[in-house]
């Protein structure tokens, strides 16, 4: 089976947020069954460091018709973890300061998608199934049906589109259609194209794409609602017969407490000596008071609101006052920002406001903690509380998503609790449980939940056989 894996970011070439670990971690579980090849391309932004320019080759140009626009396409590849990665060059809109959140992000990746989908024909292998992921690349199904009425190479070709995150769903204005797209009227008249008074790609994808899938069951079936659809419920609904909820895996090599990479002490849950050396380490690092036996509360997250950060900010001096100490790390609203600093201030050697991303202080927050909270009012999948598990740090969570896929409830005696859960989006439920959660950290058991999480299985193993499955039978 040919593979080609469509994403806008990607480990370890450039990343944002979760796709790029989606997207560098699925291609390779997938490539370990030998007959299948698989393939990744993505845009070649300036961000790429020259560590991987070195080691790419250059493979052909053409140029891409978009509307009126007659653009360069260089193609570049490199082979890593037994898959063959693409780069789709044009330096006029890749070479920027930023992946995303550009003026003109509607062009650019209508571009990244025409171009793809004339590339097709020019890859080592033509692929069976193309493979696309959020509205980045959501145009990329639409112009492989248009395609197919008139090139015959087109018409064996099958499509998968991947939900991520279902608030992002790439609006641009009515003329789009022509002007920028190049596509006829004809989609815009029969409502693929068209929502509103505007032109939405995620809907054209869903609608032309052969097979839907999104990041965790329960958020398939909670993108019916209209709570969590973001006006595309009913678009969702007329889909529900090509729609699958496929729980997102981890690259665990990777997100190891066996990996020294970042963590002062490697660790296992037969042995969890090095998560104490970790937690004494972070809490010198960030000056914190250094208290053994006091447990440390950890977030690192995205710093907005339907992350939860304003059921963490209603509750705040409670949390400090159920005698945790408390580390923040993530960007986001400049409102959350200030109040996490100006929290520090408060409780100085008791919290810290880490306002920054950084990969490698993440890994010892997750090595060093031993509680991690998640309150997001959605979360399609969500990695950390999966990460967290791997390093002995126990969830809390909400019942949402893939955060209800992934963690299980202990505070009822579950025998197999790994986490826990609260379920109405309510600040006092929150605390509720941060001080259940602090109450089983000074006896025994915790140790025994502890464990039970890092001995989850959270590889890539299942799900890649999830879409394979997916894969071979729209392939007959």
Known sequence: MHILFVTSEAVPFCKTGGLADVSGSLP????????DDVAVILPLYGQIGDEWREKLT???YIYVDLAWRHEYCGLFSTEYQGVTWYFVDNERYFRRSRLYGEGDDGERFAFFSRAVA???????HMPQVVHCNDWQTAAVPVYLKD??????????????FTIHNIEYQGWLEPGAVGDLLGLDRGWWNDGTLRMGDGVNLMKAALLTADAVTTVSPTYARQIHDSYY???LEKVIDTISYKLTGVLNGLDTRSYSPRNKKAIPLCYSYRNLFGKTVCKEELQKQLGLVQEPDTPVLAIVSRLVGHKGMDLVCQVADDIMASGVQLVVLGMGDAWYEDYFRAMQSRYPGR???????SDALARQIYAGADLFLMPSKSEPCGLSQMIAMRYGTVPIVRQTGGLNDSVRSCQLGQKDGTGFVFARYDAGDMLCVIHQAAALYRTEDFAVVQKRGMREDFSWRRSAAAYRDIYEKLLG
Not at 28 to 35: N, S
């Open 28 to 35: 390779p579980a997938l490539a370990k069954r030998e007959e």
């Open 58 to 60: 250059f493979r052909k």
């Open 118 to 124: 004339e590339l097709l024909p020019h890859l080592e």
């Open 147 to 160: 395609f197919a009425v008139r090139r015959s190479e087109y018409k064996a070709v099958r499509s998968v």
């Open 229 to 231: 659809a973001c006006g």
């Open 351 to 357: 919290m810290a406001a880490c306002i920054t991303y």
